[in-house]
């Protein structure tokens, strides 16, 4: 795959990203059916391969479960082959998901993801939202804190995975890279991705495929047809059907 420029970032990612969410957690989960967490062993498989394979960036977060820890354990081994996103703000204990974005929730967040992934800096951080995105970003000082920490050499990114257009959009005054909501049955964010590529932000989509609901080569397709997204970020257990994105994504791309 020909990697695609993420903003103003200096990053390079490919198109299709992989969503870690799987290889963690299967609790309070929104796709159609549900699921077996793999092994470690089968985790490791499936990283390893999708490397392989040029995914070269992967996203994951505090609320995917076991998902920091089990890819710091397949692939840091590897980490100078893709780009690494976690996010801050949302934790998944016992069931139930839990918010804290004060900044000494962020500092322990960010020391965990380190430790978990074995690593030393942080690709891009966003922020996980819990749907108010202009609470958060107005009422709480999180911004300030990614900001001091970016400076501080332990992320090279900062950003933004919220719900709404207007959080995105008041985003778009600090950051780095946005994660938003784009898929052929919404297009509510298309003129934020515009917005945000004129002001040199980078732009990853998640739910490209509507946590499952929509055909897969179609909606990649559709969201990759669109130049000035980075990556559109994609989970999955199975390593064949991995491919199979892959080979949907040949799509025109500006290159990187």
């Known amino acids: 795959?020909?990697?695609?420029?993420?903003?103003?970032?200096?990053?390079?990612?490919?198109?299709?990203?992989?969503?870690?969410?799987?290889?963690?957690?299967?609790?309070?989960?929104?796709?159609?059916?549900?699921?077996?967490l793999p092994t470690d062993a089968e985790v490791d498989r499936l990283l390893n391969g999708l490397l392989d394979a040029g995914i070269t960036y992967i996203d994951t977060a505090p609320a995917y479960g076991l998902s920091e820890e089990r890819i710091g354990r397949a692939i840091a081994h590897r980490r100078g082959e893709f780009v690494l996103s976690t996010k801050v703000g949302e934790t998944f204990d016992n069931g139930k998901s839990k918010y804290d974005y004060s900044e000494p929730g962020v500092h322990r967040s960010i020391e965990r993801s380190l430790r978990r992934l074995k690593t030393d800096i942080l690709d891009i951080v966003f922020i996980h939202s819990d749907g108010n995105d202009r609470r958060i970003l107005d009422e709480t000082p999180i911004v300030e804190t990614l900001r001091d920490l970016k400076t501080?050499?332990?992320?090279?990114?900062?950003?933004?995975?919220?719900?709404?257009?207007?959080?995105?959009?008041?985003?778009?005054?600090?950051?780095?890279?946005?994660?938003?909501?784009?898929?052929?049955?919404?297009?509510?964010?298309?003129?934020?991705?515009?917005?945000?590529?004129?002001?040199?932000?980078?732009?990853?989509?998640?739910?490209?495929?509507?946590?499952?609901?929509?055909?897969?080569?179609?909606?990649i397709r559709f969201v990759l047809a669109n130049p000035l997204v980075g990556s559109l970020v994609i989970g999955g257990l199975n390593l064949d059907h991995i491919r199979t994105n892959i080979a949907a994504c040949r799509v025109e791309s500006p290159g990187c």
Request: charged fraction near 20%; glycine fraction near 14%.
């Open 1 to 36: 795959m020909q990697r695609r420029p993420l903003g103003r970032t200096g990053l390079c990612v490919s198109p299709i990203g992989f969503g870690a969410f799987k290889i963690g957690r299967n609790q309070g989960i929104k796709y159609p059916s549900g699921y077996a």
């Open 152 to 219: 501080a050499g332990l992320i090279a990114a900062i950003g933004l995975s919220g719900k709404t257009v207007e959080g995105a959009t008041q985003s778009l005054e600090w950051a780095d890279v946005v994660m938003v909501e784009y898929h052929i049955d919404d297009r509510s964010h298309e003129t934020l991705i515009s917005a945000a590529a004129d002001r040199g932000v980078g732009v990853v989509v998640k739910k490209g495929l509507a946590s499952g609901q929509l055909s897969a080569e179609a909606a």
